[in-house]
Nanobody, 123 residues
Framework: QVQLAESGGGLVQAGGSLRLSCAAS????????MGWYRQAPGKQRELVAV???????NYADSVKGRFSISRDNANNMVYLQMSSMKVEDTAVYFC?????????????????WGQGTQVTVSS
């Protein structure tokens, strides 16, 4: 119903910056919360940042003050600006969206995931 496509991942030096983008596509859907998760090798997927449709944000303690999430609701886009990056930020980053889609005569609210984009921070 909803497809999420990330872009912007890559290799960056510690202390540098990187910006991730995610575009949601499909038809007849609306997005509520939208954000980013990440998963490092051997670790659980964790929340990085999330923004509600109204603009409220939440960040993981480890990225506060360094990462910034933003949204373009009109174009169903979400961004993650990462600065002062650390080696421990290395992970696969996933776009996530809480969306409502039509299901017959009803609407279903569900969570959707992108395929992930690799972010590697080198020292």
């Amino acid at each position: 119903q909803v497809q999420l496509a990330e872009s912007g991942g890559g290799l960056v030096q510690a202390g540098g910056s990187l910006r991730l983008s995610c575009a949601a596509s499909g038809r007849s859907f609306s997005i509520n919360d939208m954000g980013w998760y990440r998963q490092a090798p051997g670790k659980q997927r964790e929340l990085v940042a999330v923004m509600t449709r109204g603009g409220s944000t939440n960040y993981a303690d480890s990225v506060k003050g360094r990462f910034s999430i933003s949204r373009d609701n009109a174009n169903n886009m979400v961004y993650l600006q990462m600065s002062s990056m650390k080696v421990e930020d290395t992970a696969v980053y996933f776009c996530n969206a809480d969306a409502t889609t039509p299901q017959g005569f009803k609407f279903t609210r569900a969570t959707y995931w992108g395929q992930g984009t690799q972010v590697t921070v080198s020292s």
